[in-house]
């Protein structure tokens, strides 16, 4: 259990099948069928493998970067334990719920929040804080931020410093890009404000809608040894919220249960992060003073 597996990506399978295909197609068909047909029998194809390569891409780099890597933390040491984490919220339905299960289980996890969800619902926000869990930096509104001006990605970022000081009464020096996609440029600016880029080794993919026993297969199967695991607890596709967390919730619990009869402990993304000496002791978050009590409401 505590070897890191590699395993091949099922889009490079797939992209393999469909290359070795259009080589059997091109060398044994297209001699003798109609050069039209061949063609409109091959656009499909050809749009399949373009999608499936591009998805590859996009996989690849979700989960191994291209280009320098200084500043990002996408796993800990090859120990037996994992982090949980969550982007997106704070939310006052699910955010509150993800809370009660953690709380029952005994388990710690990281929150990346959005600055105006952090505005809009300070009250979740600060119970997340008081309950012992880690707080990341996820931008303010939860814009991309490539492509972005350098104006725009400090702004953000700052927005959501500066609403997590005023609610919370801390700076944290966690950050998490949306949707984890960044630029070099952009990479170099986050470290250089101070922080340590946070990403993951697996995705429950919650916000595909998927099942939450499809989320827990997928979890157990790739939970490796340092793994840290994505789930969302508030968000949407179109929009920063509004989509149903309720398959994430039912599967939370599913999941803590199943890593431990593992063996993962479950610890905090900063405990990570401190074994790799990447932050100094109490380095993750510094406190500024008594929170906000503004905006009670929830």
């Not at 194809?45 to 499936?52: E, L, P, R």
Request: some cysteine; overall charge neutral; charged content about 25%.
């Amino acid at each position: 259990m505590g070897e890191k597996r590699k395993k091949i990506p099922n889009e490079f399978l797939v992209v393999l099948a469909l290359l070795f295909f259009e080589v059997l197609y091109f060398a044994f068909l297209t001699d003798w069928l109609d050069q039209w047909f061949v063609f409109r029998f091959h656009l499909p194809s050809i749009f399949i493998f373009s999608m499936t390569l591009m998805n590859v891409g996009i996989s690849y780099y979700e989960y191994h970067g291209f280009g320098p890597q200084e500043g990002i933390v996408r796993s800990g040491r090859n120990h037996p334990y994992v982090a949980l984490t969550f982007d997106d919220g704070p939310n006052p339905d699910f955010t509150n719920k993800i809370l009660d299960i953690l709380k029952e289980k005994e388990v710690k996890a990281a929150f990346f929040m959005v600055g105006k969800h952090i505005e809009k619902y300070p009250e979740v926000a600060k119970r997340v804080y008081a309950e012992g869990h880690d707080i990341g930096n996820h931008t303010y509104s939860h814009r991309d931020l490539v492509p972005a001006t350098r104006r725009t990605v400090i702004k953000e970022v700052q927005k959501c410093d500066q609403a997590i000081e005023r609610v919370l009464g801390i700076k944290t020096t966690l950050f998490r890009p949306p949707r984890g996609i960044i630029s070099n440029n952009v990479r170099k600016l986050i470290v250089a404000m101070g922080f340590t880029i946070a990403l993951w080794t697996v995705s429950a993919l919650d916000w595909r809608g998927k099942s939450s026993k499809a989320m827990v297969r997928r979890i157990m199967l790739h939970a490796n040894a340092g793994g840290v695991i994505l789930f969302h607890d508030s968000g949407a596709l179109l929009r920063t919220e509004g989509a149903s967390r309720e398959n994430t919730v039912e599967a939370l619990p599913l999941v803590i249960d199943a890593l431990k009869a593992s063996g993962f402990e479950i610890v905090l993304l900063s405990k990570m992060i401190r074994e790799l000496d990447l932050i100094e002791e109490d380095g993750i978050v510094e406190a500024l003073g008594p929170p906000s009590t503004a905006g009670q409401e929830v």
